[in-house]
């Protein structure tokens, strides 16, 4: 996985949900990944039997994968979304943290989804820019939205899109989990309330789902959103988890 570090710095949060005005957060530096997690890279967590061990799952996380008989994200075996560099989709919040445990315990680092904090300041910078590659609205070379495509594409391929730390694919291609809680504001790794999606997607038609502000809340058990064409919309990316403190 390739890292792209974050300085530290400053975001301001929409209104919403726990946020009940607009608000500022310091934070430190921290490690983001460049590209959204693959269909390659996650497939070494199934390979290594990922959806059968306990440890790594959030409780509620596991009781819903025994409840729904997970053992592999939703569209895994279909090839319009499985291709190794494509970002797996179909994967709830539970299998997102599941995979960043597994994964800490592979490299010896505290790896995890980024917090919306996080996620914002990757993707906006220092600028108070509206999507991560400026100003102006989405365009063909900035990102995959808007059905240009159709389906997912691979990670990397909008190079004019990326965000002024060159974090790619923050906006289009598909919805990102993050960690923080929608309405308690709460970084903790259980499941009893709706987790924040940040980005937009390939079939997202609106400029407004891609603006790096756009806080979307989504149960955590989801492993689609059902407002698109075939559904197939949801992802995520992990971070060297830090804390936020609210200014």
């Not at 890292?3 to 710095?9: D, L, Q, V």
């Not at 996650?42 to 729904?68: I, L, N």
């Not at 100003?135 to 965000?163: F, I, K, M, Q």
């Amino acid at each position: 996985m390739q890292w792209i570090e974050i300085p530290a710095g400053t975001v301001t949060l929409a209104a919403g949900g726990y946020l009940p005005q607009a608000t500022t957060f310091d934070l430190p530096a921290f490690a983001i990944s460049r590209y959204p997690v693959t269909n390659a890279q996650f497939g070494e967590f199934v390979a290594a039997g990922g959806y059968s061990r306990q440890e790594f799952w959030p409780a509620d996380g596991w009781a819903a994968r025994q409840k729904r008989g997970w053992d592999a994200p939703r569209y895994w075996t279909d090839r319009h979304w499985n291709q190794p560099d494509y970002p797996v989709v179909g994967i709830s919040w539970h299998e997102a943290m599941a995979y960043g445990r597994w994964l800490s315990q592979q490299t010896g680092q505290a790896i995890s989804l980024p917090t919306e904090q996080q996620w914002q300041r990757a993707a906006q910078g220092d600028d108070g820019r509206v999507y991560p590659w400026g100003h102006t609205e989405p365009e063909e070379r900035h990102c995959n939205w808007n059905r240009l495509v159709d389906e997912t594409t691979p990670v990397g391929h909008y190079p004019a899109g990326h965000s002024p730390f060159g974090v790619a694919d923050l906006c289009g291609n598909v919805w990102e989990w993050c960690l923080t809680g929608w309405e308690s504001g709460d970084e903790v790794a259980d499941g009893r309330e709706p987790r924040l999606l940040r980005g937009g997607c390939w079939s997202s038609d609106s400029p407004l789902s891609l603006r790096v502000t756009n806080r979307s809340p989504r149960d955590p058990n989801t492993r689609q959103v059902p407002h698109y064409r075939d559904h197939v919309t949801v992802g995520f990316r992990c971070v060297r988890s830090v804390r936020v403190a609210k200014r």
